[in-house]
């Protein structure tokens, strides 16, 4: 049996791990709901962007627009698919990280030329260390996520998808579904589909049948298209700092359980270690004064 002074240099260890874990668990559920209320406030304006997109292809059905082009022509094993993987900037969050980077190497190993886009640094180490090329220009941070830095990220696919340097996007993050279940997921961002516009997602409670579009519907298409994909970029970003910073709130919740069942053991046994030396103590004096009597 240790001794009790190691027990109780042990004991004070693991307390000061647990007022770490638990300061790391009230600030991700801080961060957590911040994010929860930036994508709440912003998810009517981009859900009537979807809206007013699914309005034109109801009125004017045979539009042809880049951005829905297919180029079903060009063969599986030629195409240009490029990922933007949103991975967190540091671990202590479960499976999060390890969830992302197993659904991005599926994708990888498909067919197809591969261009890799990493928001997070943990991602972009990962990649690095295996030998996966990644756009060494494209290094942002996820947290704090912006309508900015959603902007200059759509820019960078837009224009790329328009010169024919990329194919098909797709946006690998994690969704929250609740509070105890995220779920890493694959979105494609372009080309758009048509059929993904055939129900609108959010109702909007006025008249929408009579519709003019000024200068033309193409132009008009020009305008909405990048400001829906900045939002659906954007609200990637968003739900994926959620979920990472709910991964981390159970993983410091496990972590700080783990210490009080830890320290509960512990104390149980630095009580016996004390009562034994008590009890030694006791058997000591008492041998020493049976020894005295003795000598009397």
Wanted: net charge positive; proline share 3%; hydrophobic share 35%.
């Amino acid at each position: 049996m240790a001794n009790i002074r190691e027990i109780q240099t042990r004991i004070n260890s693991v307390k000061d791990t647990m007022k770490i874990t638990n300061a790391m668990y009230m600030i991700s559920s801080s961060k957590m709901k911040q994010a929860k209320k930036k994508l709440s406030d912003t998810e009517p304006y981009f859900y009537g962007l979807q809206g007013e997109i699914s309005r034109i292809l109801r009125h004017v059905p045979d539009i042809e627009h880049p951005y829905f082009d297919l180029r079903e022509k060009i063969p599986a094993e030629k195409r240009k698919i490029g990922s933007i993987v949103i991975t967190a900037d540091k671990g202590l969050a479960g499976a999060y990280n390890h969830n992302i980077i197993k659904l991005e190497e599926e994708l990888l190993s498909g067919p197809g030329e591969h261009k890799l886009f990493v928001v997070g640094e943990l991602g972009r180490h990962y990649f690095a260390k295996h030998k996966v090329e990644i756009d060494t220009n494209f290094q942002y941070t996820v947290q704090k996520p912006t309508m900015h830095r959603a902007r200059n990220i759509s820019s960078v696919i837009l224009d790329q998808f328009e010169m024919g340097q990329l194919d098909e996007v797709y946006m690998i993050y994690t969704r929250m579904e609740n509070s105890v279940q995220s779920d890493a997921e694959k979105v494609r961002l372009l080309p758009l589909e048509r059929a993904s516009f055939n129900k609108m997602i959010m109702p909007l409670n006025m008249y929408r049948e009579e519709i003019e579009l000024y200068p033309s519907a193409k132009s008009v298409m020009d305008s909405i298209i990048p400001n829906y994909i900045t939002g659906m970029v954007y609200g990637c970003l968003v739900e994926a700092y959620a979920s990472e910073h709910n991964a981390r709130m159970m993983a410091m919740k496990a972590a700080t359980d783990s210490a009080e069942s830890i320290i509960k053991d512990l104390s149980t046994l630095y009580n016996r270690a004390r009562q034994a030396a008590i009890t030694q103590e006791i058997t000591e004096v008492c041998s020493g004064a049976n020894a005295q009597k003795r000598k009397k």
